[in-house]
Structure formats: C-alpha cells, structure tokens
C-alpha cells in the first residue's frame, strides 16, 4: 500500500508548485561503470549529466526496414484500432499511439530484449529490468499533433506508483527526426530537479491524457526556470537511433505540419526494485497497457548474431 511507501515526489492535490531537488541517483551503476560494448564511461557521464543521449544509427537499415513494415501493420489493423491501447488524433482520427507493442507484436518484443537496448538499460539502473510502457508515437505528417512539456515520472509516480527515479526511456527512431516534423526536444539537465504540477488528478484521467495532457503538465514559470537553467536542445537523429532519456528529463515535441512522419517506437525499462506500488493519488491505477502491473517480466537480454 502507498501508505506503507514514502512519497519522495509528491505532486497535485495540496502539494505546493515548485521545482525540487531529485533525491534519487541518475546512474546507479558504481564506478567504475563498465557496459560492456554498447555505451562507453564518456556516454555514461554526458547521460548522468544531461539526463538523456544519442546513440547514432544503432540498428541496421534492414532492421530499420522490418520495424516500419511492423508499425504500419499495427496501424492498419483494423482490429487493434478498436482496442484501447490505440490512441488517435483528435481531430483527424490518425493513429497517434499504439501501447503495449512489446506484447501484441513478437517483433517488438525481441526488440525490447535486445542487448543493445536492455543491456545498457540494465547497466544503468544497477537492476534486473522489465517493460513499464511500450508504445508507438507515429506523429503522422501534416496534422500530427504536439505532445507538451512534461517529466515522464510525474504521471508514472502519481498515477502509476512508480515509487522512485528509478526508470528509462528509449526510443529507436523508425523513420529521420529531424528540426521540422516534431523532433523530440530535451531540457538537458532538468532531470536533476523535480516540477510539482497542480491540480487534483480527475477519474480515468488517461482517457483525456493520452490526447492531451493538463494534469501533470509543469506551470508556466517552472518551464520558463527551467529553460533558463538549462536551455533545449532537439534530438535529430537517423532511422535506427536510440534516444535513451532519464524518466524526469523536462521534454516534449511540437506537432509535425511536414508531409513528413516522425515515428519512434519507445521502451521503457524499470528496475525490478522499483516497481509500482498503489498509485500516489489515491485513485485506481492505470490499465495495464499504460504500466505493467500485473505482468511483469524481468527481461533477459538477448545479442543479435
């Protein structure tokens, strides 16, 4: 029970707006970090520093080519469309996002295994890992809509029970992020500190979220600290990048009104010491197919030959 758990993070109801510092580490990996192959000590540091970092054209092209002959797939499932874990463009009735990949399609999940991924992602955390979210962002040209300023862990911690900073993200990119079709931007830095939203967290608040986010989402004059403590970059990369962000680095991405798709499928790994508890709302939790609850796996990682 949340009761039983020290809420390190609170955050809406009464809790007062303000930036707090982070109390939990960024790589818990002791030094000296090794990694095996797959990220070095420098990567490591800018990671723990910036709180998110590029690893160029990690996959092949053929990978890259079987990824997107996945993502369109989904997208064109008519059966899936019809399930909860698609999320579609309001307005346009796009595909927007698509949870759960790693459990609806076997590719993916050998993708969410794979050691280029879970390896560094268990390195970092210091843990056995397994899938908190999975999903698709397909950002569809034209009319592919924003997704606003927000730390990931502030809705994991209070509408998830994510007790701890304790979580990454990676996102492989499928197709060019690049400045014009809704890149991700970053708040390098921002990670080590903790924006307190207002607001108390309506009923089945995931249902309006997953469209558009107003609970959860920093003030205005936080974002404006912020961006002044630590500027934003954009994270342009190739098709078959990984982005790997810490889960309370400040970032978001503006809608794409290129012909242009931006479509990324993302992983997030959590530390088998970190998962969630009863959400820090006092209100039910999140499907299953928002955070692994129920089903939760430790990953085993697995090397492409």
């Known amino acids: ?21 982070r109390v939990d580490p960024v790589v818990y990996a002791p030094p000296p970090v090794s990694l095996l192959q797959y990220i070095t000590a420098e990567q490591v540091a800018q990671y723990e ?6 690893l160029p054209e990690v996959f092949s092209a053929e990978e890259v080519a079987s990824f997107q002959e996945e993502l369109d797939l989904l997208r064109n499932d008519a059966t899936l469309r019809s399930s909860d874990g698609v999320i579609t463009e ?11 990949v790693h459990t609806i ?9 794979d050691a280029r991924l ?3 992602a268990r390195g970092l955390l210091d843990d056995e890992v397994y899938i908190h979210q999975s999903r698709l962002n397909y950002k569809p040209g034209f009319r592919g809509k924003e ?5 990931d862990f502030e809705t994991w911690h209070v509408e998830d029970g994510m007790p701890s900073m304790r979580a990454l993200s990676m996102s492989i990119t499928l197709t060019e992020n690049n400045p014009y079709n809704g890149a991700l931007m970053l708040m390098p830095g921002s990670h080590k500190s903790y924006a307190v939203c207002s607001g108390e967290t309506p009923d089945e608040h995931y249902k309006a979220s997953l469209k558009k986010q107003d609970y959860g989402v920093p003030e205005d004059e936080l974002l404006t600290e912020l961006q002044a403590r630590h500027g934003l970059v954009g994270a342009i990369a190739k098709p078959g990048s990984v982005i790997i962000f810490d ?9 794409n009104i290129t012909p242009d798709p931006r479509s990324n499928v993302f992983f997030v790994y959590n530390a088998i ?9 006092h209100k039910p939790a999140r499907p299953e197919f928002l955070g692994s609850r129920k089903h939760i796996e430790r990953l085993v990682p697995e090397t492409v030959e």
């Not at 889960?247 to 809608?255: A, D, E, P, R, T």
């Not at 010491?273 to 709302?281: A, G, I, K, L, M």
Request: hydrophobic share 35%.
């Open 49 to 54: 520093r910036d709180g998110f970092l590029v």
């Open 105 to 113: 399609s076997p590719l993916f999940q050998r993708l969410a295994a």
């Open 1 to 21: 029970m949340t009761s039983e758990v020290v809420d390190k993070y609170p955050s809406r109801g009464n809790a007062s707006v303000r930036l707090i510092p």
């Open 273 to 281: 010491s970190n998962r969630v508890v009863e959400p820090f709302c």
């Open 90 to 100: 309001p307005g346009s009735g796009d595909v927007r996002s698509v949870f759960s």
């Open 147 to 151: 997704f606003y300023w927000h730390s």
């Open 247 to 255: 889960c309370n680095v400040m970032h978001g991405s503006n809608s």
């Open 118 to 120: 879970a390896e560094v």
